[in-house]
């Protein structure tokens, strides 16, 4: 609320050069912070990159990348490639892991409310939380998901008990939450800002403020007031709602855990059909969740995890509209990523932390989950 009016108008100096820096940006800052490998991170934000330009070019009209196949014309969708990597492929993969089979939860749910001993242990996290999570949510590829392992990880390791993070430790606990929860915010800011999607829920409610004729970028405070603030004040509502209504109903959540997986994981399998179906009433679209069930199955069998895949499937249209507006500024220039101050210095940053990951002394260690 307090950042985003201010960053509006600095949002006025950010041409297409300054996008494409930013974006790239979060895509290695999301491979950066990923809990496995660096480079396969890379790796599958460079696969998703390549979904994202699969369609009919903007400028030429001309299909890329759809190999004769009318169907994708339009592109690859993005529910149906979230619903099949972390529905379906996350199915397939607990089955292998777990043989079908899982030990049912029996234990009653007691003590929801923190004490002041809790507070005072947890304290720390939530602060440091908050921050990591807003600010990590501010960048393209940031989001509550990366936002939740840096946390986690930042916590454990400044820690003075490491020993009990993962036996119920409760900063263990605060600190990943708190910042999903400030990512959330902090998402919205390059939305309304800029115009730049930072996750999937993003991307789904900037194409609903589209087909309602509403352009988000720098202009959208001026020119719908009454929007940005009713959403501002729509939080502070919806944070007291889901506290009123979270904490009777986690017992009721808890049941969930009761399933047997093999009435669970049918279920599970039926919506992701129904959701896909339903997008273009397409038997099509039911094969290309069958394909990409089973990369996702892949990429988490081989640890390769699918949000750089899913963010740089979001971001790479604005991705390659910047780059292609960038050279056309600069007569196929790419020298002006660099000499524009702002996308200079994002740019430099990009750099340094692929770089850092071929020195041993910085190299970054891989988040265990």
């Not at 006025?12 to 895509?27: H, I, R, T, Y």
């Not at 330009?53 to 690859?76: E, M, S, W």
């Not at 003590?111 to 807003?134: E, K, Q, Y």
């Not at 990429?299 to 991705?319: G, H, N, Q, T, Y």
């Amino acid at each position: 609320m307090l950042l985003a009016p201010p960053l509006a108008k600095f949002a006025l100096a950010f041409g297409p050069p300054e996008k494409f820096s930013l974006m790239v940006l979060g895509l290695v800052v999301l491979s950066y912070l990923a809990s496995g490998s660096m480079i396969k991170a890379i790796i599958v934000a460079a696969f998703g990159i390549f979904l994202g330009n699969i369609g009919t070019d903007i400028i030429t009209g001309k299909p890329k990348f759809t190999f004769g196949a009318y169907i994708l014309l339009d592109g690859v969708g993005l529910i149906p490639v979230v619903m099949r990597l972390f529905g379906i492929g996350e199915v397939l993969f607990n089955i292998e892991r777990s043989g079908g089979q899982r030990d049912i939860f029996k234990k009653t749910v007691s003590n929801l409310l923190p004490n002041l001993r809790d507070w005072m242990d947890s304290l720390g996290a939530i602060i440091r939380g908050t921050v990591i999570g807003f600010f990590l949510g501010i960048l393209p590829g940031g989001g509550a998901t990366v936002s939740s392992f840096a946390a986690y990880a930042i916590e454990k390791k400044v820690s003075k008990h490491r020993e009990k993070f993962g036996k119920g430790a409760i900063a263990g606990v605060a600190a990943p939450e708190t910042a999903n929860n400030s990512a959330t915010g902090g998402c919205f800011i390059p939305l309304l800002t800029l115009g730049i999607p930072s996750n999937v829920v993003m991307a789904l409610l900037m194409r609903a403020l589209l087909i309602n004729g509403i352009q988000v970028g720098p202009l959208l405070i001026k020119e719908h007031p009454d929007l940005f603030w009713g959403a501002v004040v729509s939080m502070y509502i919806g944070n007291v709602m889901l506290l009123i209504l979270n904490l009777p109903l986690i017992p009721v959540w808890v049941q969930i855990l009761k399933v047997p997986y093999s009435i669970l994981f049918p279920l599970i399998l039926l919506f992701c059909l129904i959701g896909v179906y339903s997008l273009n009433n397409s038997v099509v679209e039911i094969f290309i969740m069958i394909f990409f069930s089973g990369v996702g199955y892949l990429m988490r069998k081989f640890d390769f995890e699918p949000a750089p895949l899913v963010m740089a499937l979001i971001i790479s249209p604005f991705l390659e509209n910047s780059l292609r507006s960038s050279l056309l500024m600069s007569q196929v220039n790419f020298l002006i990523f660099f000499t524009r101050p702002i996308s200079g210095i994002l740019m430099l940053v990009s750099l340094l932390l692929m770089l850092s990951n071929f020195v041993p002394r910085f190299k970054r260690k891989p988040i265990k989950e």
